[in-house]
């Protein structure tokens, strides 16, 4: 139930904040997972609000190259790909791209995402020229 999840993540979100900093490193997950829910329902603007809230934390706390970091450029570009703007999501896949070939295993499973997902873009934008 999407729901009483958003509502769930909500509700810690706001008794996080009582107790910690607005940038405490814990935030970028619920922030994240919360996009999760948004882009679930089709609530794009509001998926990549959280999706970006998450990212910022985050780009505070770890390494440039930690894997984290490449997921929230990944979940950013799918949010742009369904806006249609494909150059930006094709931007965001390339830097999740760039992050995961450096911090992940070279046959892992999420390098071959990206790639997937940025072959969905190019086959989007082509139907766009099609038309």
């Given at each position: 139930?999407?729901?009483?999840?958003?509502?769930?993540?909500?509700?810690?979100?706001?008794?996080?904040?009582?107790?910690?900093?607005?940038?405490?490193?814990?935030?970028?997950?619920?922030?994240?997972?919360?996009?999760?829910?948004?882009?679930?329902?089709?609530?794009?603007?509001?998926?990549?609000?959280?999706?970006?809230?998450?990212?910022?934390?985050?780009?505070?706390?770890?390494?440039?190259?930690?894997?984290?970091?490449?997921?929230?450029?990944?979940?950013?570009?799918?949010?742009?790909?369904?806006?249609?703007?494909?150059?930006?999501?094709?931007?965001?896949?390339n830097r999740?791209?760039?992050?995961?070939?450096?911090?992940?295993?070279?046959q892992h499973?999420?390098?071959?995402?990206?790639?997937?997902?940025?072959?969905?873009?190019?086959?989007?934008?082509?139907?766009?020229?099609?038309?």
């Amino acid at each position: 139930d999407r729901g009483r999840a958003l509502e769930s993540y909500n509700r810690a979100v706001s008794l996080f904040k009582q107790a910690h900093d607005e940038n405490h490193p814990h935030l970028a997950g619920f922030y994240n997972n919360i996009g999760l829910i948004y882009q679930e329902e089709n609530k794009y603007f509001e998926a990549l609000d959280f999706y970006e809230k998450s990212l910022a934390i985050d780009n505070k706390h770890l390494p440039p190259d930690h894997p984290d970091l490449g997921a929230s450029y990944n979940n950013i570009g799918i949010v742009h790909d369904c806006l249609g703007h494909y150059d930006l999501a094709l931007d965001h896949y390339n830097r999740s791209l760039k992050i995961k070939l450096k911090s992940l295993p070279a046959q892992h499973p999420n390098i071959a995402m990206t790639y997937k997902n940025m072959g969905l873009v190019h086959e989007n934008k082509d139907e766009l020229y099609r038309a």
